[in-house]
């Protein structure tokens, strides 16, 4: 279970401090699909860069299966089960997705073992897995195949930033899909996602609504859906991708 107490962020200018985060206090349950959503600008994105440890808090406490990880690097998360998916996944010259893998798992996955986790993705194996992470592969693959690198890792909490971000309606559909069989079949693993999407939106078992720094509301699907449904918290799909 993850735990934000009274967590704060400032970001600091030449203007001064602009408060991003404003004293959340929230409970991630284990084994769910959560998504956070939202307003452009409400601090969801930097929200998960503090969970995930990639920006230091201002305030407060993060604590992890009842252990306090607020102070704890990048790098630690990650060996204690926390995933994270930027927005933008980062391409790697002269690394192949093989090579990918086998980083994410912290061993010599074999390529049938490799070759699993870019089938449980939606990708052909036999046409992955020796290309290069680069500029050849589109948005939606470089997504899918980041994806696979977490359930490489097995880690205990997955966390998505906007997902959708640069991908065109074909790609996000197949994210779909990936999110519902891991929704469906993976039950060991707690998955928060960012985003304003209603399709993703459609298929969490709770729903935290952040805007101008604070929660405003967090229940589950059946209760916080109906009402942002519509509104600038639930985006469609086809005005997103246009």
Request: aromatic residues 4%; hydrophobic residues 40%; contains cysteine.
């Amino acid at each position: 279970m993850l735990e934000l107490k009274n967590i704060s962020f400032n970001a600091v200018d030449e203007g001064g401090k602009t408060e991003i985060i404003r004293d959340i206090s929230l409970t991630i349950p284990d084994n769910k699909f959560v998504v956070i959503t939202g307003p452009n600008g409400g601090g969801k994105s930097t929200l998960a860069k503090l969970i995930a440890g990639i920006q230091p808090l201002s305030g407060g406490q993060i604590i992890l299966d009842d252990e306090d990880i607020t102070e704890k690097s990048i790098t630690d998360r990650a060996r204690m089960g926390i995933g994270f998916a930027f927005q933008q996944p980062v391409r790697f010259k002269g690394l192949t997705v093989l090579d990918l893998l086998r980083i994410a798992s912290g061993s010599s996955i074999s390529i049938s073992r490799a070759c699993d986790y870019l089938s449980e993705v939606g990708l052909c194996a036999k046409e992955y897995i020796d290309r290069e992470v680069n500029a050849s592969l589109s948005g939606g693959e470089l997504k899918r195949i980041e994806i696979a690198t977490i359930l490489a890792r097995d880690v205990k909490l997955a966390v998505f930033d906007e997902p959708e971000a640069g991908i065109d309606l074909w790609s996000f559909n197949n994210l779909i899909r990936i999110f519902e069989k891991m929704r469906n079949t993976d039950k060991k693993r707690t998955i928060l996602v960012i985003s304003h999407q209603e399709r993703i939106l459609n298929i969490a078992d709770e729903i935290i609504v952040l805007a101008d720094g604070k929660i405003l509301k967090q229940g589950s699907k059946d209760e916080i859906l109906p009402d942002i449904i519509g509104t600038q918290y639930a985006a469609g799909v086809c005005s997103k991708m246009e």
